[in-house]
C-alpha cells in the first residue's frame, strides 16, 4: 500500500514537472475547479438519492431496502475509476472558471461617466425582448455568483450534463440492488428532464446578442463597452452572433493567450485598428500570459489582413463543432 | 529630504514627450522622477514603466492607462499613468502622488466582511442595482430579478436628513452602518458598503451588504445602547496575550523574511503578500497589547503614580521617538524648545505612552509635507501638551465617538484598531487629569492632554 502511494506521488511528480507552464493551471484556477466539480457531483447525487428515494417509497413492494452509498462515497468511488475527472467536463468548468476570471481582471472603464452600465442601460431600452434578455443576464449573473454553495446553479452543455448525472447514477449503485438500479435510473431521467437544454453556458447573453443583433457598425462600441464594463460574456457572445461561430469555440478562442485566432475573428468583421488595439490591450492587462509588447509588433499586420481573407481563414470554425471535431480525427488517421 | 512638496493626492502632472521619448515639457513631479531615476535634460524618459507606457500607447495608436510603482526617495510611489498618442507626440498624464497606502485591517468588504449580512447588493457608478443575492428578495418580500437595474433607493429608503444616496458615493466610507428602511417592507436596515474602483481610481460602483435590525427603533440610535458588559477578566486577557503573541510574532518574523527574499529569489507578488502578512501580524500584536492593557485599566480601582514629572520634556521624548515615521511620512513635528519646561503631577511612562498615541495619530492624519506642532502651556492650576495637525479634521459629532472603545471615525482609515485615544484618555483620568479634543472639519484637530499643575 505505502509503496503504491509513494509510486504514485512519483508519477505525479514527474507529470507535474513535464507540464510546461503554458498547460499548467494556475493555483487558483484548479482550486475553483476543484470546487466546481465537488459541488456539482454532491448536488447531481443529493438531487438522485432524493428522486431515487421517492420512487422506492412510491414502490412500497420491497423490504428493507439497502441504503444507497453517501455522495461524498460517490465521489470517491468516481475518483478512484478515473471518471471524477472525465475530460469533457473539466475542460468546460476550466473554460467557465477562467473566463470568470479573466472577467473580474479586466480593466473597468466608466467609458459613460456617470451613466449606469451597460446591460442597466439595456434593461431600459425601449425593444422589450433586448430589455427582458439584459434582465436575465443579469440575473444570471447573480445566480452564478453562488457557485460555491451550490452545484445546481453551474451551466453544462447538454452532453456533458447527461454524461454526468449517468456516472453518478453509476456510483450511487450498490451492489446489485435491482430495485436501487430501477429507482437511480428513472431519478436520473428525471434530473435531466429538470435540467434542458435551455440553461447550457452562455445561453442567456447570447439570447441577449441575438435581440440587440448588432449592425456592423454599432458593434465595434459595443464590444469595448462589453469589456470595459467587464461583461466578457456577453462580448463572447456577441463575436459569436456576428460571425456565427458557436459560443464554446468562440469562448476557446477569446480566452487563449496567443490570441491569433481572436485577432483573426475580429478582422473577419472588419474592426479598425483602435477598437482591435483596444480590446487587444484590455484583454493583455487582465491576463499576465498574454504579451502584449508582441501584440503591439502585430498590429500592423493584423490590420493588413483584409476581411475577406480572414473570413476565409476562419470560415471552419463557423461549421459545428462535432464536424469539426470529426474532421480533425479524419485527418490525424490519415497522417498516422 | 522632504523639502520637496509632494504634490497632493489629487494632483495630475502633465508631460509631453516626442517621438524619441525625450521630455519636450514636464510638471515639476514629473521632471523630478526622471532625475531622481537618473535621466539628464537631453535624455528619453528615465522613468522605465512611465516610458514602456508611452512606447505601448505609440505603438497601439491608443490611450494606455495603467497603475505603476516607482521608487521615490521617502519610499515607493502608487501613480496612474495615462500615456496619450497625439500627432507624433505622447501626451501624459501621471496622477496619485502619494506613497503607497499602508495595510488596511478593513479590507473592500465584498463576501468576508459582509459576514452575517442579510443579503448582499452591488451597483453600477450610476447606483443602479447590479446584483442582488439571491434569496434575498423570497425572504424580504421583494422581487430581486424585477430590481435589477433600478437605482439603489428604489430598494432602500434613506432619511433625507442624512442625504439621498448620490451624496453617499462622495463621502470616505459610503453607507458605513448607515440606517435606511427596505422599501416594499419598510423594515429597519443597516447598510455597509465599499466602493470599487476602476482602472483609472475612478468610482465604478458599491458593494454592499444589508442587515436587518430586529426591534424596530432600534435604527433610530447612531449606535444600540450600551449594555453593561463586565469588563474583560484577567484570565482572559492573559490567555489572550499566552495564545497570541508567541505566534503571531513568530508569522510576523517569517513573513518578514520572506518579504525580503533572505532565503532566495521569489516573486515579486509572493513578496508583497508576505509583506501584507507582517503588516496584518504587527497590527494584531498591537491590539493584543491594547487588549492586556484595557483588562488592567478597566479595573474600578485603578490609578497610577502621582509623581513630579516634566511636561515639556516628556512631549520632546515623544516627538524624538517618532521623528522617522514623520520624516517617511514627510511630516514635519515642532516640539517644545529645550530650554521650555512644564511642572505636573502623573506618571512618566504612561505621559509618554499617552503622547506618542497623539502625535502618531496627528501623524497619520498629516498631510505629506504637513506639520505637527507640539506645544505646551499652563492654564491656571492645569498642564496642558496640545498635538495640533492639519489633517482633515473631525466632525463635531464624531468627537465623543472617537474616545469609545473600537470606534474610529473613519474604519477604512489604515492603521490603528480604535483602542488608542479610548486608553489615552483612561489613562489621562487615572492620573487626575483629562484628554479632550477639538476639531473643525477640514481644519486638523487639536488633542489637549491636561494634568495637574505643579
Known sequence: MARMRAAARRQGAVADLRLDDDSRLTDRIRFEVAARLNALVETTAADLLHQAERLRAEDDGERDPVAPPSPAKAIARMRRAGLLHAPDLVAELVAQVRQQLLAEALPIESMAGDAPSLLVRLIEAPDRIVAASARAVLAAEGRARMVEADGEVIALPGAVRRNLVWTVAAALRQG???????????????????????????AAVLRLAEAIDARPAELPALLLESLS?????????LLAHATGIEHDELRDIVLEPEGDRLWLVLRSLDLGRTAVARIGLALSDADGRRDVDGFADALDAIMAIPAADARRAIATLGLPRAFREAMARLDEGASR | MTSIDGPGES???RAILDAGDHLLSADPPIELLHMRAGGGADDPIAVAPIARIARLARRLGISVSRKVRVADDEGDLDLWVQARPETGQIRLSVSGWRDRPAWRPVATPPDHAAMGADF??????ALRLTFLSREAGTRYGFDPDALLGRPLNALFAFDPATGDANELMRAAAPLDGRCARLRPTDAPVRLSAAIRHDGMGGIAGLTGATFLIDQPGEGEGDTPSPIHQPPLTESFTAGLDRALRTPLARIVANADSIAARADGPIAADYAEYAGDIAHAGRHLLGLVDNLVELQAIEQPDFRLAATPIDLADVARRAAGLLAVRADAAGVTIRRPVMAEGMSAVGDFGRSLQILINLIGNALRYSPHGGEVVVSVAREDDWAMVRVTDHGKGIAPEDQPRIFEKFERVDPSEPGGNGLGLYIARRLARAMGGDLTVESEPGQGATFTLGLRAR
Not at chain 1, 464594463?229 to 457572445?237: C, E, M, P, V
Request: aromatic share 4%.
Open chain 2, 120 to 125: 448582499r447588493w452591488e451597483t453600477d457608478a
Open chain 1, 229 to 237: 464594463d467587464r461583461q466578457l460574456g456577453l462580448f463572447i457572445a
Open chain 1, 176 to 202: 446489485d440492488d435491482a430495485g436501487l438500479d430501477r429507482a437511480l435510473a428513472q431519478a436520473a431521467e428525471r434530473v435531466l428532464a429538470a435540467h434542458g437544454e435551455s440553461e447550457s453556458p452562455g
Open chain 2, 11 to 13: 494632483m495630475v502632472a
